[in-house]
């Protein structure tokens, strides 16, 4: 497994697929043709890769979770057990709406936790945190802490992940946050 892609016998990793030097794929899996992920990312079990999705390097994809047409995830980003992605707003069986396929952005270090949705075509600012079973339908802020149905902002929270007080400082790190007009930024040295 060192340096090489490693493959689990159960799954099926389609022709074209390019995937990254360290990446582990798990029991179950599926990876269509047209997708590019990153060096060490992690694809637990039973996780489906559509077309034309992008996962970049360190993404840990966890149990049952399907990444659909349309979905980019940066570097480092989370994705927690039975997650989910959705590609049209308006869903017809008997009518196809591949067309409108919306695309979703989930920037660099974001965390989604277990069960949670992301409607399509909105972007997951970096470091943003998404709570378990929260559905996310609009926009999210850098670093903002995301939870309920619908999803709404409860608080801030690090690059390390740590529930950010008053102080905007984190207890883990000690880095220190600046926030302005309602966006935080890692405050300058």
């Known amino acids: 497994m060192n340096n090489k892609v490693y493959v689990h016998e159960s799954s099926i990793v389609d022709n074209g697929a390019e995937i990254g030097k360290g990446t582990k794929i798990w029991h179950f899996c599926h990876v269509s043709g047209s997708v590019k992920i990153g060096e060490n990312c992690v694809l637990g079990q039973n996780v489906y890769v559509g077309n034309n999705t992008i996962l970049g390097n360190n993404v840990k994809v966890q149990n049952n979770v399907s990444v659909y047409e349309g979905v980019v995830c940066e570097d480092d980003v989370f994705l927690g057990p039975s997650m989910v ?11 196809n709406r591949k067309a409108e396929f919306r695309k979703t952005f989930v920037r660099k270090g974001a ?10 075509g909105t972007t997951l600012g970096e470091y943003c945190f998404i709570g378990a079973g929260a559905v996310v339908t609009k926009d999210v802020k850098p670093f903002a802490l995301m939870t309920g149905v619908p999803a709404r902002q409860r608080g801030w929270v690090s690059r390390s ?3 950010l007080g008053a102080d905007l400082v984190c207890p883990e790190t000690g880095e220190r946050y600046v926030e302005d007009e309602g966006i935080l930024n890692l405050a300058s040295e």
């Open 111 to 120: 965390t989604i936790g277990a069960n949670a949705t992301i409607v399509c």
């Open 161 to 163: 992940g740590n529930i």
């Open 85 to 95: 992605f959705t590609n049209v707003l308006n869903l017809r069986s008997s009518v």
